[in-house]
């Protein structure tokens, strides 16, 4: 080959380089445009290079990068009402010409007749029996098609938009910024991993294989011929509090070093991750923006945030402030 | 640029392209090279094109190319006893020191004494009771790491090789195979989750998060000020028969287009893979090769093979003759 042919090559190769430089220059310049450049921010990106810079002692191995996320409150609103519990009101409404009988019979009566009293006065026994009649008795099929038409339908009446728009704008460039880096990002919520699957690939770009959450027993089935795992009226597993590292380490078999949550249902899961030795990150979202979402913490009803938030000076989490740190809350 | 240098760079571009045709062309050439030229490999082969093939009605985008194999006797030995059964006894020896007791005791007296017409006797529930004893009372890090030493270092008296070498050469290049067209393999075996997820990635090349197995309850704790999971005597799921669609359905939550097992355990598997539209494989290794390995089917009492048997014919499913279609059994 002569000098001449080597150096345009050497020059092509070099062009090409510095493009893929400039690419990548340009992402680390703001890798997380809807956040203010607080400490909160600083101390992501802190962590985010310390675990990747090869060579480094806090360096951690790609398969090793694994992080996992609430979803209800952290990745999307949660107040006035888990979107959840929305599903399972609006399911009792759509499903009573085959069940007349709720009509009379608490506590789906207070749900036809918009009774929030009487449905609270029901407890955690009547929400039990709200979800198994709404969430059971199907296959899984059937139960994935009923989800997928409502949440493409249904809207949240404060905000009038649907609820994957709800979603928390500089979370999702979060996920997004720990996947360019190699992270795997998991969903650990205590919402029911059938009603979530069906569209956190398109909403987070989280596949259903990496989500995490409560479940109802299933049993597999010959009908017709035709194989079908039948979903039953009986609990199975509470992804939730302590349940959330039994969850993690059945479904992922490693211990997370980055955990973000915004409630006590993630103390737990901000400990296993956080408090293994290592360079840990927690993260926790106070919600303290009224007028752009909600704000709560220590006396709420949902995403009660109050031994947390304790636990976050302790063990040095960062604590999101919505109000100062988010430049947008939800998607555009 | 001169036409010179581009004809330069247009060669150097050339022979790089035609240097990585080469590398694809020549794995293409033998992707299976312990496999005879036979019908079951052509099965195979002809599979895998036809999902991965784009424009073809079959065409299978990736991410819904999830593969399952069963462990046990589909990707290692599982004559003449599952090789966790072999842990189980191994460990009752080395923990009697700490129970005394188990001299005078069944199931353990017969462990101990090598009184293997006793411990038949004791059944199911002498069987869960070994497991339960040796494989509970301990944190998940503790069981990692006694699994992690005993599979070093324990070695099948039969061949004299560590039960991680009697892996089947032919299933790990097909494991590989696989990968290599986009699908992900998962394991799903009715052995331990926590028994595989420690060697499965250097073994099989299936890291940790891709591993469904049968368990027991885990509870999360603070034990000096640090978290734990301890492991309960307590069965939580067994992935066996019926359940392994489950299993897959919670871990996966996508339903397989491949399913790969061998004895009437898979039946299930199977049936939830294949029987769902479009182009779909089901494979069954079939042990007839008592020279290399072992013989047995339908009479068997380890890896029973009778319906799932009578079910491949019905249902299209691949079975493998392994004294024919296999050049090589273990790997080297």
Redesign the interface.
């Known amino acids: 080959?002569s000098m001449?042919?080597r150096g345009?090559?050497a020059l092509?190769l070099g062009v090409a380089a510095l493009l893929s430089t400039q690419i990548v220059a340009r992402g680390a310049d703001d890798p997380l445009p809807s956040w203010n450049d607080t400490a909160t921010k600083q101390a992501i990106v802190a962590f985010v290079t310390a675990v990747t810079t090869e060579g480094s002692p806090d360096f951690v191995p790609a398969?090793e990068r694994v992080a996992v996320f609430d979803n209800d409150g952290t990745l999307w609103a949660e107040q006035p009402m888990y979107v959840q519990m929305t599903f399972a009101l609006d399911r009792v409404k759509a499903m009573v010409p085959l069940h007349p009988e709720w009509k009379d019979q608490q506590p789906f009566k207070a749900v036809l007749e918009g009774d929030m009293k009487a449905l609270a006065e029901s407890g955690e026994r009547g929400v039990a029996e709200l979800i198994m009649a709404t969430h059971a008795g199907m296959t899984?099929d059937e139960f994935e098609m009923i989800v997928t038409d409502w949440i493409a339908t249904a809207r949240d009446p404060r905000f009038n938009r649907p609820y994957t728009d709800l979603v928390y704008q500089p979370m999702i460039e979060l996920l997004g910024y720990l996947r360019a880096n190699g992270f795997?990002t998991y969903i650990v919520s205590g919402g029911g991993?059938?009603f979530m699957?069906p569209w956190t690939e398109r909403v987070y770009g989280i596949?259903?294989?990496n989500?995490v959450g409560s479940?109802i027993k299933?049993?597999?089935e010959?009908r017709d011929g035709?194989?079908v795992?039948f979903r039953l009226p009986q609990l199975d597993f509470i992804d939730d509090k302590?349940?959330?590292?039994?969850g993690i380490?059945?479904?992922?078999?490693?211990r997370p070093i980055a955990a973000f949550g915004n409630s006590d249902g993630d103390l737990?899961m901000l400990?296993?991750a956080t408090?293994?030795g290592g360079v840990r990150f927690g993260l926790i979202v106070h919600h303290t923006d009224a007028e752009r979402e909600y704000a709560y913490d220590r006396q709420a009803l949902i995403g009660k945030l109050d031994k947390a938030l304790d636990a976050a000076v302790l063990n040095k989490w960062t604590v999101v402030d919505m109000k100062g740190d988010w430049k947008r809350v939800f998607k555009d």
């Not at 380490?249 to 490693?254: C, E, K």
């Open positions: 080959m001449f042919a345009w090559i092509a398969p899984t795997k991993i059938e699957r596949p259903r294989e989500v479940s299933t049993t597999f010959m035709r194989p795992l302590a349940g959330k590292p039994v380490n059945a479904h992922i078999g490693r737990e400990q296993w408090m293994g």
